[in-house]
Each structure stands twice: as structure tokens, then as C-alpha cells.
């Protein structure tokens, strides 16, 4: 998605090497310097998605030792180990003691077929990445090192001329499909550094009863690492009122840009054309909204208000919808209701490009066989199907105030819902569930609401989903992302269940 957002996301610190065995260098010459031309070409294409760090050849147990080291000082997130070559297991072991950082080996074989008439032993050693996997995975598991391999081809467009067989393979489905895990492990590693640095805003409280959401903020930092920075009104109070009445016109422009501004609905009473002081007021608090942001250097935010009738904090909450949205279109992604893990899932689907809406469950449609998701409050505004519409609102259905609100739908196509639930033992847990956006009617009430296709009819899918004891709430991303979001929860440590 092309966006300006307020914060980049971080690139993760890649960690990068390939072993083989001493002896080989001199019994075959050039061997060293062709398995050197692979790692770079590894490091190339890994450039896309992280920061690389390639130490290059390690053939010793000294010279793991010296490049576990090398990692800690370069702060890896993830080391990719690329089996070039056969290679001891006691060469790769002191580098993984050392250096903490997840693990995946690389076992990327050049070509798609051996030169069997002419092909040389010297050849074949370019050849055999998958020889010493056996052997380290023997090794990690008894030293209780958690790894992951990636089998397939490496993928190169041209072919060394040192090789005696064809390496061009980048357009197999071998080399393709090995090509996808490594990028969606970097990526999903960006997930668990860009959250490591990451300053969550926590503004007023949590809707009263709503238990499913309650959760210990030490529990979350702790398993997140992110951290949680309590906001008051007054804080959001005290920008509203040095807004200037320039900066609301600037505000006003921008949201006329992006939203279409509804007329009367002709069916709920509740649902009109936004007054211009109801635009104005959404216009200021927006302001405000982004300047609290600045402010505390937030990353994301949630949040909930539930003030004294006729309170001005009652008006300040009253105007969040309109700023709360166009935030979460620019990578910072607001939850209501004060639902700090869904914020949480919302800000992942974001950090990995792939949007992140607020929704609930709004009605089924038995008729399409779909469930209608969505929420009366932010939406993802850069995953909009069209331009969204503004509404105003008479109320907002159990809640006090009114104001304007957002009504839209995620974009036709692919889906992955991504839940972020808290189990019985205390410990966090990601649900995830691979569906389809469909081009179905909604109701025109000032709602966000999306008809969400599962491959299951709408009463299996919810008995399975409810059997997870998700919280109510959860975040839309566009694409099928299924095997990216447990990738995440891998990195994190966080169990991950899909549906």
C-alpha cells in the first residue's frame, strides 16, 4: 500500500553466513570463492526486506565462535545459516550458544538437475546443501535450539561460468516457493523488533464490563515488548484548545480528500449529514489527536471515554472517530473500547503492509453465507473499498455522545482476519483465519461493515472460532496472510492457532 505514514516501520537486523568445510580449499580450487558468490546473492535479494549482515564463510569451530559474536554486535533479529556446502556440525553450534537470535537454515541447492556424464566431485560439493541439514538438525535438537529449514532452489538468473550444469531456476516453483518463506520470515521478523520499540498509548479506560478485554499491561509488555504509555483526557484536552483555526481548515481539506460526506439516510433516524460544527469539532480533535501523537512518540493507540452526561470530555470523545482513522491510515493504528490487543493486531497487520481494521461481528447473512464484520469505530482507511463515508451521528449505540462516523468496506478480495486473544494460563494468543471480502450490500448506518466469505458455512466457522475464546474483537488485513501472521507468532514466542 502506498501511504505516508507518521512513524517508518524498522527494517529487522538480518544476520547471514554460509559454512563449509576447511579442508575443501585446498583440495578444491575455486569451491570457496563460487560458495562466496552464492551468499552474496542470498544477501542481495534479502536486502529488500531487512537490514543484512553477512559474515560470509564460516569453516571452524574458532570462526563460528568469532561470528556468534559478530552477531550479538550487530544486534541481529534473525540469522539465516546458508548450507552451502557440507560442513561439521560442531562449526555451527558455538555460533547459535553465542548468539541468541532465531534460526532458519538455508538449504537453496543451485541447480535443478546434476550434470551426471561430466559433473566432478569438486561440482558436486557446490551442489550438496542438503547434506549436513540431517546433521545440524540432530545436533539443535539435542541442545534444545529451536530451528527452522527452507528447502528448495536458490533461485539465480544466470549461471557461473565455473558451473558445469545449468543454475538458472529462478522462475521454478522451487526457487519461487523458498523465495516466499525467506521474505515472509524477515518480514514477520520486522514485526517482533519494530514491537520491541514500540510505544502504545493507552487514552482513558477499558469499557466497563467488557471482560474479554481486560488484560494485566504487565502481562502484554512482557510478551510484547512494547511499551504502554497511560494517556489522560486532560493530556488530549489541552491540544484540543491551542488548536488553531488554520490548522482545521488544513484538516478539513484533508478529510474532504479522503472521505465522501454522506447526505440524510432515508432509514435510520440516527444517521445524518454531518453538520459543519459536527465536521469542525471532528476536524480540531483530529488535530489534537495527531499532535498527541507527537507528543508521546506513540506507535499505536486504544482508547475509551465514558464521561458525565454533558461533560466536555464527553464532547472531546464524542469527535475521536474522524482523527482515530485518518492515524490508522498513516501506521498508527487506534482501537476502541479501550482494547489494547486488538490495537496490538491491528499494528501487526500494519507494520507488515497489509492494513489492519477494527471489527466485531455485525450480523450474518445467511441468504450469501457470509459474516458482516466491522465496527462503529476507526477504519483502515487505506484498505477502503472506494472512498469511506462520513456520517453523522445522532448516538452512538451504547456509548454516550455524538459525532461523525466512519462507514465503509474493506477492499473485495482475499482477507485474513488476525485475533489477539488472552488464554486461562495468563498467556497471549493469535487467531487467525484466511477469508474472502465480498462485494455485498451493507447497511447504511454509519458503520463500518465488510461481508467476510470463510470457506465454512457462517455456524461452523463461528462454532470454531468461539471454541478458541477469542476476544470480541479482531483486525481485518487484505491478502491471504495466514502463513505470514504464524511466522510472527513463532518469533514471538506467542501461541498461534489458524482456522
Not at 524498522?10 to 563460487?34: D, M, N, T
Not at 535438537?141 to 527452507?150: E, K, Q
Not at 514485526?191 to 520499540?197: A, G, K, N, P, S
Amino acid at each position: 500500500m502506498s501511504r505516508s505514514l507518521i512513524k517508518p516501520i524498522r527494517k529487522p537486523r538480518i544476520g547471514l553466513y554460509s559454512v563449509g568445510l576447511k579442508a575443501y580449499w585446498e583440495q578444491f580450487p575455486s569451491l570457496h570463492e563460487r560458495l562466496i558468490e552464492y551468499g552474496q546473492f542470498i544477501e542481495k535479494r534479502m536486502t529488500e526486506w531487512g537490514e543484512i549482515y553477512n559474515y560470509g564463510i564460516v569453516d571452524t569451530e574458532g570462526e563460528g565462535r568469532r561470528a556468534g559474536e559478530w552477531f550479538n554486535e550487530k544486534n541481529i533479529d534473525l540469522v539465516f545459516c546458508h548450507a552451502a556446502t557440507y560442513s561439521l556440525s560442531s562449526t555451527v553450534l558455538p555460533i547459535h550458544q553465542i548468539c541468541k537470535s532465531p534460526v532458519i537454515f538455508l538449504n537453496l541447492q543451485p541447480t535443478d538437475r546434476m550434470n551426471y556424464d561430466q559433473s566432478t566431485t569438486g561440482e558436486w560439493l557446490a551442489q550438496c546443501g542438503a547434506c549436513p541439514i540431517p546433521e545440524f538438525s540432530n545436533l539443535f535438537n539435542r541442545a534444545r535450539i529451536p530451528f527452522r529449514v527452507i528447502n528448495g532452489l536458490l533461485g539465480l538468473d544466470y549461471t557461473p561460468a565455473i558451473s558445469l550444469t545449468n543454475e538458472v531456476t529462478h522462475k521454478r516453483k522451487e526457487a519461487i516457493r523458498a523465495w516466499k518463506e525467506i521474505e515472509e520470515w524477515i518480514r514477520a521478523s520486522s514485526v517482533r523488533c519494530t514491537l520491541q520499540h514500540s510505544r502504545f498509548g493507552f487514552l482513558g479506560n477499558t469499557y466497563s464490563g467488557m471482560l474479554d478485554m481486560y488484560s494485566d499491561f504487565t502481562m502484554i509488555q512482557a510478551q510484547t515488548g512494547m511499551h504502554i504509555e497511560l494517556l489522560e483526557m486532560c493530556d488530549l484536552d489541552r491540544l484540543v484548545k491551542d488548536v488553531t483555526a488554520k490548522e482545521i481548515r488544513t484538516k478539513l481539506e484533508e478529510v474532504q480528500g479522503m472521505f465522501r460526506i454522506s447526505k440524510d439516510s432515508p432509514y435510520d433516524f440516527i444517521a445524518k449529514k454531518p453538520t459543519d460544527e459536527q465536521m469542525e469539532w471532528s476536524c480540531k480533535v483530529a488535530v489534537a489527536q495527531e499532535k498527541l501523537v507527537f507528543e508521546y512518540d506513540l506507535d499505536a493507540l486504544t482508547y475509551y471515554y465514558h464521561g458525565a452526561y454533558g461533560g466536555e470530555y464527553e464532547k472531546l470523545q464524542g469527535g475521536f472517530i474522524v482523527g482515530h482513522s485518518l492515524l490508522t491510515a498513516r501506521g498508527i493504528p487506534c482501537s476502541g473500547e479501550g482494547d489494547l490487543k486488538t490495537a496490538v493486531a491491528m499494528k501487526i497487520c500494519d507494520i507488515l503492509d497489509t492494513g489492519g481494521s477494527f471489527s466485531e461481528i455485525v450480523v450474518v447473512d445467511y441468504i450469501d453465507e457470509t459474516i458482516l464484520l466491522g465496527h462503529d469505530g476507526p477504519f483502515h482507511i487505506a484498505i477502503s473499498e472506494g472512498k469511506p463515508i462520513l456520517r453523522g451521528m445522532g448516538l452512538f449505540h451504547g456509548k454516550q455522545g455524538t459525532g461523525v462516523s466512519v462507514e465503509a468496506k474493506v477492499k473485495t478480495g482475499n482477507i485474513t482476519t488476525l485475533s489477539l486473544t488472552q488464554t486461562g494460563e495468563g498467556n497471549l494468543k493469535l487467531i487467525i483465519s484466511e477469508a474472502e471480502s465480498t462485494d455485498g450490500p451493507i447497511m447504511k448506518i454509519g458503520n463500518t461493515q465488510t461481508p467476510v466469505k470463510f470457506s465454512k458455512h457462517p455456524d461452523d466457522y463461528m462454532t470454531q472460532w468461539f471454541e478458541e475464546a477469542p476476544t470480541h474483537h479482531c483486525a481485518i488485513s487484505i491478502g491471504h496472510n495466514a502463513s505470514l501472521f504464524q511466522k510472527v507468532g513463532e518469533l514471538m514466542k506467542i501461541k498461534h492457532v489458524t482456522l
